[in-house]
């Protein structure tokens, strides 16, 4: 028999540790490891390369600055350079979803390098109803934006599909809607992921820095206090243990925030925690202007200190990016920190960084890596065993990384809608060198070299 490929002589990841062998790929799949090179159609040179799970970014915005049908191709473009084999998309749609869901769906179909999965937000009691009309479109998973009400409730809706409109909107994401939001998750097996900020706090917090005339980041921080943080986390979570809702927090960057969060769970609260790179590598005290502008801020030396901590001990599940795929003109569109645009593009440096700073610097293991980049998220989204492992039958998901390649990010590298990047300059150590999605190689030493419209929407299964 011949198969399509074989990937020879590299490092396998496995859960119970590291696997010598030749991993042999036929129609996508997986179909075993062997000390042999059986005959096949390609040969993938493996030496001196590590082989993982294809990395899964939990938390991509894209589709929001530019239409989906454009912004799939840069940002899966992207994802594909910086090995992220499946890319989840935080779909925001401001009117019904029976009315644009499937305009959005068919958009994107065509126009993705790697594979992706959606989690549709949800703003209204009409869109809480059509939860469900969601599911039954392959839509598992809901978020919540705690931050978004009265005064600080502006928002940017996704384009529609071949526009190039802003779509602004004024949206109340109150504790009703919260509430309503979680309960009807909880009836159909869905996890709520959460932005947890409350709003009346931020609201107060922004309206007191700009009369004190405060300015830079290190202001944005203390207007959004971490106290704010704890204060939704409380709220939501005692939602999730009245209705039995699995709750899922996005981008965890506080000290606090953790503090808050494990309280939670020793009540009873079914929660899974979710970081970002820029949580464990930025903070307000060595970053100079307004580039790093996100929701929740980044915070203190301390804080990135506290979220290693919380990696290295198996207390956060998963590494998101919150990818945010938006360009300066935008991002600086005022003069000061409250003026500009809170976040910024992240997908193409996640798993350099982690390698970098935290595999290479003895912080988290490989194993680690798997687990917070890959398995935990397929488990947690129902796409596991298809996604998230290397076991036989799996999708031959497989991105081979270099541990010792040293290489400078800049944001002409990952071909990306951004023209900017916050890591420019810095040398990183440890890259993907090969992203494989489905048995398909998409991208090689910095290049795609995938077909556009190979990524498909991931099939999903209530966990």
């Known amino acids: 028999m011949t198969y399509d490929a074989v990937i020879t002589d590299s490092h396998i990841v496995l859960p119970q540790g590291i696997l010598d062998k030749n991993i042999i790929i036929d129609e996508g799949k997986i179909v075993g490891f062997t000390n042999d090179i059986p005959s096949c ?4 040179n493996g030496n ?17 600055y530019s239409p989906i049908d454009e912004a799939a191709k840069t940002e899966s473009h992207a994802a594909a350079i910086g090995g992220i084999t499946t890319m989840m998309r935080m779909l925001r749609l401001g009117t019904s979803f029976q009315k644009s869901l499937q305009e959005q769906l068919d958009a994107a179909a065509k126009n993705h390098y790697v594979d992706y999965a959606i989690h549709a937000s949800v703003f209204t009691q009409q869109q809480i109803d059509e939860m469900k009309f969601c599911v039954s479109k392959g839509i598992t998973s809901f978020k919540i934006y705690m931050n978004l009400g009265g005064e600080v409730g502006h928002v940017y809706m996704d384009m529609p599909p071949y526009s190039s409109e802003l779509v602004a909107a004024q949206v109340d994401v109150n504790n009703k809607i919260v ?17 947890a900020e409350d709003y009346e706090s931020c609201a107060c917090g922004i309206k007191t820095a700009k009369e004190k005339k405060k300015d830079g980041l290190s202001a944005w921080s203390e207007s959004r206090s971490p106290e704010f943080e704890a204060k939704a986390i409380k709220t939501v979570c005692k939602y999730g243990r009245d209705y039995g809702c699995v709750i899922y927090f996005v981008h965890i960057g506080s000290a606090r925030a953790l503090q808050q969060i494990f309280e939670e769970r020793n009540l009873g609260t079914k929660i899974f925690v979710e970081t970002c790179p820029h949580y464990l590598t930025l903070s307000y005290e060595q970053q100079n202007g307004y580039l790093a502008k ?22 956060i599940d998963t590494i998101g990016t919150d990818h945010v795929a938006n360009q300066l003109k935008l991002k600086l569109g005022g003069d000061d920190v409250w003026g500009a645009l809170a976040g910024f593009p992240g997908i193409g440096t996640v798993i350099p960084i982690l390698l970098s700073e935290g595999v290479n610097k003895n912080k988290i293991s490989l194993q680690q890596l798997v687990q917070f980049t890959s398995q935990n998220a397929a488990k947690i989204f129902g796409m596991y065993p298809q ?16 541990l010792k390649k040293e290489n400078k990010v800049s944001n002409e590298l990952f071909g990306g809608f951004s023209d900017y990047i916050v890591y420019e300059g810095r040398v990183l150590k440890g890259w993907p060198v090969k992203t494989i999605v489905r048995g398909q190689l998409v991208a090689e030493d910095f290049q795609v070299v995938g077909k556009l419209g190979h990524g498909k929407l991931v099939p999903r299964t209530i966990v």
């Open 387 to 402: 996604k998230g492992t290397l076991e036989k039958n799996s999708d031959a998901d497989i991105v081979m990384i270099d």
């Open 48 to 64: 001196g390369l590590i082989s993982v799970p294809g990395p899964i970014d939990t938390h991509v915005h894209y589709g929001v």
């Open 41 to 44: 159609d390609h040969k993938i």
């Open 179 to 195: 509430e309503q939001t979680v309960k009807n998750a909880a009836l159909l097996g869905c996890p709520v992921l959460v932005h």
């Open 294 to 315: 996100v929701m929740p801020p980044i915070r203190t030396k301390k804080d990135n200190e506290a979220v290693w901590t919380a990696l290295s001990d198996n207390q």
